[in-house]
T-cell receptor, first 111, second 111 residues
């Protein structure tokens, strides 16, 4: 049982490049979330999904896009990378009223 | 003012000491969560509680709903307890169980 798997673990991008952060869970959880974690700040919600085909914006969605074509996968897309998007990104999932399960994070630097 | 406040921000303890980390919140909640994040690592859920007290090994979490306050206690602390401890709350309403996070308490336990 792998839980929540995020890839890649580290990435360096140039300004203006695009990339997709992958998130997969094998627990059949319906709810999935993307967060960013910046130094000295609490985690901020970027996007979330309540099930396949349903996504919605969180607190800080600008510059990002998501899709949820299957229950298992919830990729996060950066279209035009900007230095302000340098952060650690966490994907999480949950079912019912249980605690969220988090992935190990993706550390992204944009130079 | 943040909706979830933690104190202290940083804490250094000697091995064996009893440790308390505090969390205050200003919104109505359905549950409060304590999370652990080791340096460079992922995030693990320690407790989810809506009333009273929970215990797991050397960790104890309490919540006072009337005072909007929770504490995380670590008994007989050990260097492996060194981590960031994050308090988060699930606010009322909706099915999304979105979390509001504190900024974390960095704990260092010295041998």
């Amino acid at each position: 049982n792998a839980g929540v798997t995020q890839t890649p673990k580290f990435r360096i991008l140039k300004i203006g490049q695009s990339m997709t952060l992958q998130c997969t869970q094998d627990m059949n959880h319906n709810y999935m979330y993307w967060y960013r974690q910046d130094p000295g700040m609490g985690l901020k919600l970027i996007y979330y999904s309540v099930g396949a085909g349903i996504t919605d914006k969180g607190e800080v969605p600008n510059g990002y896009n998501v899709s949820r074509s299957t229950t298992e996968d919830f990729p996060l897309r950066l279209e035009l990378a900007a230095p302000s998007q340098t952060s650690v990104y966490f994907c999480a999932s949950r079912v019912s009223d249980q605690p969220q399960h988090f992935g190990d994070g993706t550390r992204l630097s944009i130079l | 003012k943040n909706e979830v406040e933690q104190s202290p921000q940083n804490l250094t303890a000697q091995e064996g000491e009893f440790i308390t980390i505090n969390c205050s919140y200003s919104v109505g909640i359905s549950a409060l969560h304590w999370l652990q994040q080791h340096p460079g690592g992922g995030i693990v859920s320690l407790f989810m509680l809506s009333s009273g007290k929970k215990k797991h090994g050397r960790l104890i979490a309490t919540i006072n709903i009337q005072e909007k306050h929770s504490s995380l206690h670590i008994t007989a602390s050990h260097p492996r307890d060194s981590a960031v401890y994050i308090c988060a709350v699930s606010s009322y309403g909706g099915a999304t169980n979105k979390l509001i996070f504190g900024t974390g308490t960095l704990l260092a336990v010295q041998p």
